[in-house]
């Protein structure tokens, strides 16, 4: 029985004494034709249980197909998976976004349904195309488990990433210079907004978020700080701890600063890793948990490979790239003020963000 888009369908394969006859058309074991493994697999990642699977088979195509083979046809993505987890990766990324998001998964030694966390490295190329660089799972977020996420990526052929855009999460800044020494953090404005509106009554909330408008979209750094001194002088006595908590992660908030607002807009959020979140949960809100880790990451994997389809390009990055040479540098020139050599190194890697062969290409600047 061969199983297709118009139903099951019998045929008769002939036999041999000598077993020497091989089929061309349909195989020997083949029950399937027509595309029903990526008809299967295109369900299954949007976000269709097993069960859906079956009676949507059954009730468009006429076809009763078994949970098993639902299973093995879907476990065939993992080996995609590895391939795609181990790839190589390109040497250098300007801005790579990371983050992690909650899914419930029953955990295989207690068998209880925890909430695990899955972390998502999203880099972007200098040509402006988003590439997600992969993903993994683990009981809980930490700096301790990014530092090994960042090896990996190491491991598999970056040498350098010119921006990190990461959360307010504690000890993230460290776990990254560790496996990227020269990599510049920039936390992510939008969440140090909702941590610093945490500590204000409703009532006030519009104000204060009006207020801090003015520190991070301040002309530059200094400007910014001024910004601050003012914003601690207006509400410091009211709410005193919001101004402190931007001063102790400032070292992180100010490298947006260096670069022109079209560039400003991608790198002062993680807005671009947040929609990709967006989608995953798309999918596995439908799932009240996943039974192991492995068929999370199918799922997530289906989720991730349906999000690269579309708009991988950013589009105030190829805007920013079509610029001079000199539209470049004069922006990181400002940020550097009278530190010279300093500067020196940062204007470098500011272009190589643009353009990676750009000292390969421009000999004649004098900064090969």
């Given at each position: 029985?061969?199983?297709?888009?118009?139903g099951?369908?019998?045929?008769?394969?002939?036999?041999?004494?000598?077993?020497?006859?091989?089929?061309?058309l349909?195989?020997?074991?083949?029950?399937?034709?027509?595309?029903m493994?990526?008809?299967?697999?295109?369900?299954?990642?949007?976000?269709?249980?097993?069960?859906?699977?079956?009676?949507?088979?059954?009730?468009?195509?006429?076809?009763?197909?078994?949970?098993?083979?639902?299973?093995?046809?879907?476990?065939?993505?993992?080996?995609?998976?590895?391939?795609?987890?181990?790839?190589?990766?390109?040497?250098?990324?300007?801005?790579?976004?990371?983050?992690?998001?909650?899914?419930?998964?029953?955990?295989?030694e207690?068998?209880?349904?925890?909430?695990?966390?899955?972390?998502?490295?999203?880099?972007?190329?200098?040509?402006?195309e988003?590439?997600?660089?992969?993903?993994?799972?683990?009981?809980?977020?930490?700096?301790?488990?990014?530092?090994?996420?960042?090896?990996?990526?190491?491991?598999?052929?970056?040498?350098?990433?010119?921006i990190?855009?990461?959360?307010?999460?504690?000890?993230?800044p460290?776990?990254?210079?560790?496996?990227?020494?020269e990599?510049?953090?920039?936390?992510?404005?939008?969440?140090?907004?909702?941590?610093?509106?945490?500590?204000?009554?409703?009532?006030?909330?519009?104000?204060?978020?009006?207020?801090?408008?003015?520190?991070?979209?301040?002309?530059?750094?200094?400007?910014?700080?001024?910004?601050?001194?003012?914003?601690?002088?207006?509400?410091?006595?009211?709410?005193?701890?919001?101004?402190?908590?931007?001063?102790?992660?400032?070292?992180?908030?100010?490298?947006?600063?260096?670069?022109?607002?079209?560039?400003r807009?991608?790198?002062?959020?993680?807005?671009?890793?947040?929609?990709?979140?967006?989608?995953?949960?798309?999918?596995?809100?439908?799932?009240?948990?996943?039974?192991?880790?492995?068929?999370?990451?199918?799922?997530?994997?289906?989720?991730?490979?349906?999000?690269?389809?579309?708009?991988?390009?950013?589009?105030?990055?190829?805007?920013?790239?079509?610029?001079?040479?000199?539209?470049?540098?004069?922006?990181?020139?400002?940020?550097?003020?009278?530190?010279?050599?300093?500067?020196?190194?940062?204007?470098?890697?500011?272009?190589v963000?643009?353009?990676?062969?750009?000292?390969?290409?421009?000999?004649?600047?004098?900064?090969?």
């Amino acid at each position: 029985m061969l199983k297709g888009n118009d139903g099951a369908v019998p045929i008769d394969i002939p036999r041999d004494c000598d077993g020497s006859f091989e089929p061309v058309l349909i195989q020997k074991g083949q029950t399937r034709i027509d595309g029903m493994d990526d008809k299967i697999i295109g369900l299954y990642a949007a976000g269709l249980s097993t069960r859906d699977i079956r009676a949507h088979l059954e009730e468009v195509y006429g076809l009763r197909v078994s949970a098993d083979l639902v299973s093995r046809v879907t476990d065939a993505v993992l080996a995609e998976v590895s391939d795609w987890q181990n790839r190589a990766l390109e040497p250098v990324y300007p801005i790579v976004f990371l983050d992690a998001l909650r899914v419930k998964i029953r955990d295989a030694e207690s068998r209880q349904v925890k909430n695990k966390a899955v972390y998502v490295a999203l880099g972007v190329t200098s040509e402006g195309e988003r590439e997600v660089l992969g993903l993994w799972i683990a009981n809980n977020e930490g700096a301790k488990f990014w530092l090994s996420i960042m090896n990996n990526l190491r491991n598999r052929g970056i040498e350098d990433i010119l921006i990190a855009v990461v959360d307010g999460l504690k000890g993230f800044p460290e776990a990254i210079n560790a496996a990227f020494p020269e990599t510049t953090v920039q936390t992510c404005i939008v969440h140090l907004v909702r941590h610093s509106l945490n500590f204000c009554g409703w009532k006030d909330r519009k104000a204060v978020a009006k207020d801090l408008k003015w520190i991070y979209q301040a002309t530059n750094d200094t400007q910014a700080e001024k910004a601050l001194d003012a914003f601690e002088a207006e509400w410091g006595g009211k709410y005193p701890s919001i101004a402190p908590s931007w001063r102790r992660a400032w070292q992180e908030v100010i490298p947006f600063f260096a670069f022109p607002p079209s560039v400003r807009k991608i790198i002062y959020t993680t807005n671009a890793i947040e929609s990709l979140n967006r989608v995953i949960r798309k999918t596995t809100k439908t799932r009240g948990s996943f039974p192991t880790d492995e068929a999370a990451t199918k799922l997530i994997y289906l989720a991730i490979r349906s999000f690269e389809k579309t708009g991988r390009c950013v589009r105030e990055w190829v805007a920013d790239r079509c610029g001079t040479l000199e539209e470049v540098v004069l922006p990181a020139l400002s940020w550097c003020r009278d530190e010279c050599f300093i500067g020196f190194l940062y204007i470098s890697r500011y272009l190589v963000m643009f353009d990676p062969k750009i000292f390969q290409c421009r000999p004649e600047s004098g900064l090969s």
